[in-house]
């Protein structure tokens, strides 16, 4: 957070934009890995398969959503400067896709585990 507080003094702002790099590190690098490990961790499997070994998919989801940071955070800082440059978009267009294929491997890992609470019956007495 320092860092991002010296990056957009106006003696030290070199046009290179940081401050959306930091937030989309913190929104979509912690807080959403955590979620998404959070939530694999507490809900078990469900069968007789109940390894402790992760499955592809979470592994999937966890090298898409980091592959697609690191598009997204080489080339953020100088969307402002490019912003007719068609690579530049490209790259961001792919990070767009690599995190929506990362949230669909993410729910395909998480569904068949998410269950509804056993009804469990009272006695009528």
Request: zero cysteines.
């Amino acid at each position: 957070m320092i860092l991002a507080f010296v990056a957009e003094l106006p003696f030290v702002n070199t046009g290179a934009l940081l401050l959306p790099v930091y937030w989309h590190m913190i929104v979509v690098g912690w807080i959403t890995q955590i979620i998404m490990g959070v939530s694999i961790w507490m809900f078990p499997r469900i069968g007789k398969d109940r390894k402790k070994t992760e499955t592809i998919p979470a592994h999937l989801a966890f090298w898409l959503l980091n592959s697609g940071l690191i598009l997204r955070f080489s080339v953020e800082p100088f969307l402002l400067l490019f912003t007719t440059n068609q690579a530049v978009l490209l790259v961001v267009l792919v990070s767009a896709i690599l995190h929506i294929s990362a949230i669909i491997s993410y729910l395909i890992e998480i569904w068949p585990r998410v269950r509804t609470r056993p009804v469990i019956a009272r006695r009528s007495e």
